[in-house]
């Protein structure tokens, strides 16, 4: 997500904004707005004629992410929360020296990729619209990897479970919302590396592996 910059503004505390880089740095997840918040408030960084606690962690956020324009990092808004993020333009350079990313078999990407436009839906529904019966292989490898969870169950004989995607598929493709989900063939080009040399030559047998992006 784009974000308008945003100028230093003198009624927002240094150490809030230290504090906030600090915190986002620190984590592995995106880091919600709400978290943020908090902390501010813990450590009476939020001045005491601001009103809204909120928005004005959110300024603060705006603020740090102005900071890292142009840079090699930057802050964006993914999956719900805020994380820092390899500057996209530099992504191509850091395929040739980074290591090789591991292969996805494109039974699990195109699983995928049924689920998450199609969701809530049950197996039975994504073997309806690849055609071809689903390996159980296959969704344990989307489980495992946090990609899918259960979303209840339909009502209609034997109750089949319901399948939908997790903040994790957002933070891995990084989206803020499913709504942001991109057309389906770049979905299939851009997924992440998650499976252990195990798990994928446990689903050679389903397809065609694709490269993973780093």
């Known amino acids: 997500m784009m974000i308008s910059k945003v100028q230093d503004v003198p009624s927002l505390p240094e150490e809030a904004i230290r504090l906030a880089e600090a915190l986002i740095f620190a984590e592995t997840e995106p880091v ?115 990609l899918i969870s259960p979303r209840g169950r339909k009502e209609i004989p034997g109750r089949p479970v319901l399948w939908g995607t997790t903040p994790d598929f957002l933070r891995y493709f990084g989206l803020r919302a499913l709504s942001d989900l991109p057309a389906r063939e770049e979905l299939l080009r851009d997924v992440p590396p998650l499976l252990s040399a195990a798990s994928a030559a446990e689903s050679e047998d389903d397809g065609e592996a694709v490269s993973v992006p780093e």
Request: hydrophobic share 45%; with cysteine; proline share 4%.
């Open 32 to 146: 919600r707005l709400s978290r943020v918040s908090e902390l501010l408030a813990v450590r009476q960084l939020v001045p005491e004629k601001v009103e809204d606690a909120a928005a004005f962690s959110l300024s603060v956020l705006k603020n740090l992410s102005a900071r890292y324009e142009g840079r090699g990092v930057q802050l964006v808004e993914i999956a719900g929360g805020w994380q820092f993020r390899t500057a996209p333009d530099l992504a191509h350079v850091l395929t040739r020296v980074m290591e090789r990313p591991r292969r996805l078999p494109r039974a699990v990407m195109e699983t995928l990729a049924i689920i998450a436009y199609h969701q809530p839906c049950t197996r039975v529904d994504v073997e309806e619209i690849r055609g071809v019966t689903l390996g159980q292989n296959v969704m344990n490898t989307l489980i495992e990897a946090s």
